[in-house]
C-alpha cells in the first residue's frame, strides 16, 4: 500500500491595505512633481464613521422632532376639539328687555241701542175712541194732543156727582141757618144747650157730605180730561194699536190696552256687558265710539255715564250704560251695535315678545338669564296684544327674557347669550 505524502498547506496571501487613489497633479514643464509621485501611506477608516454618526443623530434628532411635533400637534388638537365640544354643548340663546306698557287698546262689545225714554201710551178713561192724530213714525211734541176718547158713561157719572154736590150744598145751608139760630136762641135760655150741640153736629156732618160731593166732582173730571190723550214728551210714534170707534177700557176690571208706544230717540241709550277682567278699566264720563253694520264706515261719539257697579254674578260681566246723542235721528233704537271701550294699561306692567312664553304644568313661564344661568320667572299676563303681551307682575324692564325658548329648557341651565337679530332689537 502506498502512502501519500501530506501536502502541507497553502499560505494565505498578505492582507493589503486600501490605498486610495488621487488623481494625478498636473505636471509643470512635462515633469512630474516628485512627492505628488510617491506612493501615499496607508491610513484607517475613522473619518467616514464620523460622518455617519454625524448623519445618524441628524436623522434622530429629525425623527424625535417629528414625533415630539406630532404628539403636541395631537395634544394641541383634542385639547381644541374638547374647548370646541364643551363650548358647542352650552346652548345660545337670544334675549330681549321688557319696555314700559305704554299701549291703549280698545275692546268691542255687542250691544242694542234703546230709547233714552220709551213708554206705552195707556187710556185712564173707558170709551169709545173717537179721533185719532199720529201715526208710526210721527215726531210728536211733549203735549201735543194725539187722540180723543168719547165717555158717555163718565159724562152721566159726572152729571151724577155734581148733582149730588148741590143737594149736599142745599142741606148744608139749611143745617148752618139752624145752627145760627140756635147759637142765638141760647143766650135767652129758649133752647137748651143740648140742642145746640146737634144743631152744631148736624152742620159738620153736611160740610162733610159736601166736601165728599165734591171730590167725586174733581174725580169724574180729572177722569173726564183723560179723554184726552197727550203725548208726555218729545218723541216719535212707534207704534199705533188702535182706531176710530175701537172700545176702550180704562184697565179698572180688565188688562189695560196700549194705544200708542211713543219713544224719544234725541239720545240713545246702549247697555253693554263688560267682563269682568275689564271691569276695573271703565271710567264713567270715558268717551267711547260706536260703529254700526247700517252705516259702514262711520262712528258715533258715546260716553258712559253710568255702570251697575256689581259683577253679574250669572254672566260675571258688568253692566255698562253708553249714551250717544242723535239730534237728527239717524240712529234708530233696537239697532245692533259695536262699543269700542278704552282699555289702559295698568301701572308698572311691561310688555314682551309672545314667543317669550313657556307653557308649563305648574303655570306659565318665561326663561330669565341671571350670570349666566337660566331662571323660570313665573308671570302674569294681563292683556293680549297678538305678537306681543302685557305682563303685570314677575319682571322688571332690566330682566334679560330669553327669546323663542326651547321646550326642553330647564331651570338652572347654563347658556350663553348671542347678540340678537336685527329684527329682535
Known amino acids: 500500500m502506498t502512502t501519500l505524502p501530506k501536502s502541507s498547506p497553502t499560505p494565505l496571501p498578505p492582507r493589503k491595505e486600501p490605498v486610495t487613489l488621487r488623481p494625478a497633479a498636473p505636471v509643470a514643464n512635462g515633469a512630474p512633481d516628485a512627492s505628488e509621485t510617491s506612493p501615499t501611506p496607508p491610513t484607517r477608516g475613522g473619518g467616514a464613521s464620523l460622518l455617519w454618526l454625524i448623519l445618524g443623530l441628524i436623522v434622530i434628532a429629525a425623527l424625535g422632532y417629528a414625533i415630539y411635533a406630532g404628539i403636541h400637534g395631537r395634544t394641541q388638537a383634542e385639547t381644541q376639539l374638547t374647548d370646541e365640544t364643551q363650548a358647542a354643548a352650552v346652548p345660545s340663546v337670544v334675549v330681549v328687555h321688557p319696555k314700559p306698557n305704554t299701549m291703549t287698546t280698545e275692546i268691542s262689545l255687542p250691544g242694542n241701542t234703546q230709547a233714552f225714554i220709551d213708554a ?12 185719532w192724530y199720529f201715526d208710526i213714525g210721527a215726531r210728536v211734541k211733549q203735549g201735543q194732543l194725539l187722540a180723543v176718547i168719547e165717555t158717555p158713561a163718565l159724562d152721566q157719572q159726572l152729571e151724577q156727582a155734581q148733582a149730588s154736590l148741590k143737594d149736599a150744598q142745599a142741606n148744608l145751608q139749611i143745617s148752618q141757618t139752624t145752627n145760627n139760630r140756635y147759637q142765638s136762641l141760647l143766650g135767652s135760655h129758649s133752647v137748651s144747650q143740648q140742642e145746640v150741640a146737634q144743631t152744631a153736629a148736624d152742620q159738620a156732618s153736611k160740610q162733610a157730605l159736601v166736601d165728599a160731593a165734591a171730590a167725586d166732582v174733581r174725580r169724574f173730571e180729572q177722569e173726564k180730561a183723560f179723554q184726552k190723550i197727550y203725548a208726555p214728551f218729545d218723541g216719535v210714534i212707534t207704534a199705533r194699536n ?21 219713544a224719544s230717540i234725541a239720545k240713545l241709550r246702549v247697555y253693554v256687558a263688560m267682563p269682568e277682567v275689564y271691569a276695573p278699566t271703565v271710567h264713567d264720563g270715558e268717551a267711547v265710539t260706536l260703529t254700526l253694520d247700517s252705516f259702514p264706515g262711520e262712528t258715533f261719539q258715546g260716553t258712559v255715564v253710568r255702570n251697575a257697579d256689581s259683577i253679574n254674578p250669572v ?14 235721528g239717524r240712529l234708530m233704537p233696537g239697532a245692533y251695535a259695536f262699543v269700542h271701550l278704552p282699555v289702559h294699561a295698568q301701572t308698572g306692567s311691561v310688555v314682551i315678545p309672545a314667543d317669550t312664553l313657556l307653557f308649563r304644568a305648574e303655570g306659565l313661564r318665561v326663561g330669565v338669564v341671571r350670570e349666566g344661568k337660566v331662571a323660570l320667572v313665573p308671570v302674569t299676563i294681563g292683556h293680549d296684544y297678538g305678537s306681543s303681551v302685557e305682563v303685570v307682575s314677575g319682571l322688571t324692564l332690566q330682566d334679560a327674557v330669553i327669546l323663542d325658548p326651547a321646550d326642553s329648557l330647564a331651570d338652572g341651565a347654563t347658556v350663553k347669550v348671542s347678540p340678537p337679530p336685527p329684527e329682535a332689537k
Open 242 to 262: 188702535t182706531d176710530i170707534g175701537n172700545l176702550i177700557q180704562s184697565g179698572d176690571n180688565s188688562a189695560p190696552h196700549e194705544l200708542f208706544h211713543l
Open 120 to 131: 206705552p201710551i195707556y187710556a185712564q178713561a173707558s170709551g169709545y175712541l173717537k179721533n
Open 315 to 328: 254672566t260675571r260681566t258688568l253692566n255698562v250704560e253708553v249714551d250717544v246723542d242723535n239730534p237728527t
